[in-house]
C-alpha cells in the first residue's frame, strides 16, 4: 500500500520563501521520476517541476525558473520543492506525484502518476 507524508506549505508574504516535501513508502523511489504540480484557484493542475530517478535531469515550468528547485533524498524516500522569491500567482494546492513517465512527456500532457500526494495549500500575499 502506497503511503505519502506531505510536509510544508501554508502562509507567506511575497518574496518569501517555502519548502515542501513528501515522503513515499510502498513504491520503488528510486526508480520513479518525481514531480510537483500546482492547482490555483479556478484552474487546471498543471506540473511546476519534475526530476528524472537519476537526480540529473530537472525540468520547469517557465514562470518558475530560477525560483523552484526540486530535489530528492533517496535514501529517506523524499522529495522536496524549494519555492524562493514567491509571488501571489504562485498561490494554490500543491501536489506531489510519482511519475513513470520521463519528464518531457509530463511536461508535454502526457504522464502516469504511480501515486499523488494529497495536496499541501500554499498562499502568497501580496
Known amino acids: 500500500q502506497v503511503q505519502v507524508v506531505e510536509s510544508g506549505g501554508g502562509f507567506v508574504q511575497a518574496g518569501g520563501s517555502l519548502r515542501l516535501s513528501c515522503t513515499f513508502s510502498?513504491?520503488?523511489?528510486?526508480?520513479?521520476?518525481m514531480g510537483w504540480f500546482r492547482q490555483a484557484p479556478g484552474k487546471e493542475r498543471e506540473v511546476v517541476a519534475c526530476?528524472?530517478?537519476?537526480?540529473?535531469?530537472?525540468q520547469y515550468e517557465g514562470s518558475t525558473k530560477g525560483r523552484f528547485t526540486i530535489s530528492r533524498d533517496d535514501v529517506k524516500n523524499t522529495v522536496y520543492l524549494q519555492m524562493n522569491s514567491l509571488k501571489p500567482d504562485d498561490t494554490g494546492m500543491y501536489y506531489c506525484a510519482a511519475l513513470s513517465t520521463a519528464c518531457s512527456e509530463t511536461f508535454s500532457g502526457t504522464t502516469s502518476v504511480d501515486a499523488w500526494g494529497k495536496g499541501i495549500q500554499v498562499t502568497i500575499s501580496s
Open positions: 510502498g513504491l520503488a523511489f528510486n526508480i520513479l521520476n
Open positions: 526530476m528524472e530517478w537519476t537526480g540529473i535531469f530537472t
